[in-house]
Structure formats: C-alpha cells, structure tokens
C-alpha cells in the first residue's frame, strides 16, 4: 500500500516564506563591522544605492537576490551567512515551506535548504525558475564551483559564454567565479545546486 506524503493535502502553490529581515540586517552588520567598513563604503563596493544599505540594516525594505549577492561578494562570505537561518541539526524543509530569496531580474527563486555547517564549504539550495529573461549572476567569491541538476524542466545552464542544455537528471559543475546564468527554457523548471567554497 503507498503511504501517503505527511504533506497531502496542503497546497503547494503558497510562495515559499523569504528570510527575516532581522536575521539579514543582523548579520550585514555584523559581517561590516568585521571587515571594518562603512556603510557608505560597504555601498559604493557593492554597487548598490547607500539608501538601499541603510534600509537593509534597519531591517525595513525588500532585499532581493541581486543585492545580496552583491553584498556577500563584497563581504567575502558565502551567500548563506546573510539569509541562514541556523536550522537544528536534524532539519526537513518540505516542499514549497523553506525560505527563499527571489531575482529583480527574472524570475527565479533560490530557496536555501542547506547552510555551510562549520569546517564544511558548501551550501545547498533549490532553484525555481521561470521561462523569460535569463538570471545573470556576476562571479562569486574567487575558486567557487556550482553543481547543479535539473529535477524538473529544461534549463540552459553554467558560464555566459557557453551554457548547457540541460533536462530532467542532466548534471553540470562550472565555475561560479566568472559570469554565469541560468535560463528556464520550460514552465516548471526546478534545479538542486550546490555551491562549493575554496
């Protein structure tokens, strides 16, 4: 007899829950404050607005995946020390319930699952992608590989100059150092990547 899933029965069409503001303000400043820089500079690195900075640290606005990317970059930390939400040591995160930050720019949705445990250098997310414009990332952190494989959909995958075409149970492992993207070429488009720090 097949058992049913524990989550039958509950929708899973309710967008997944974005990070605490808190949490995200807390630890920007906290990773600032390490690399001694001022908001003003800490901006103007990153590439994004003072104002921008300013309401992120106050724990107000809508921080989106382009900014934060941006911030980790120039913080010199992975990207999960700013949305981590430092999870129990056994964790389940069910279908549609973890937390995830969208892009400004497509319509993509990187859905945290796994931080960098301490002594470990990676991080694993679920990506939720969109047929339309392409997510462009800018290079990450210098000796950053990512491992991706598509669950569902179809996807053009890996370095901008030269993505892959890539379906269901199809694997790809690039440099997430130079400039990458990722571009849902069918509805549905679901991918597990694994970033990996040096």
């Keep these: ?94 279908r549609g319930e973890g937390t995830a930050v969208t892009s400004e720019r497509a319509d993509y949705a990187a859905m945290l699952l796994s931080a960098c445990p301490p002594g470990a250098r990676r991080d694993l997310y679920l990506l939720h992608v969109e047929p339309g414009p392409p997510r462009e990332s800018e290079p990450h952190m210098p000796g950053t590989v990512e491992h991706a494989v598509i669950c569902t959909g179809e996807a053009l995958i890996g370095p901008s100059e030269a993505p892959v075409h890539l379906g269901p149970g199809d694997y790809i ?18 991918v597990a990547l694994t970033m990996e720090y040096v």
């Design 1 to 94: 007899m097949d058992r049913q899933p524990e989550h039958a029965g509950k929708t899973t069409d309710t967008p997944p829950a974005t990070p605490p503001l808190d949490r995200i303000a807390a630890a920007v400043r906290k990773e600032r404050n390490r690399v001694g820089l001022s908001l003003s500079e800490l901006a103007k690195r990153a590439g994004i607005a003072k104002s921008t900075l300013s309401q992120l640290e106050a724990g107000a606005g809508n921080p989106n995946l382009e900014t934060l990317w941006a911030l980790s970059v120039t913080l010199g930390v992975p990207f999960s020390r700013l949305v981590d939400l430092s999870p129990p040591r056994a964790t389940v995160v069910r």
């Design 173 to 190: 492992a690039y440099p997430g150092d130079v400039p990458h993207i990722c571009r849902a070429l069918s509805p549905g488009t679901c």
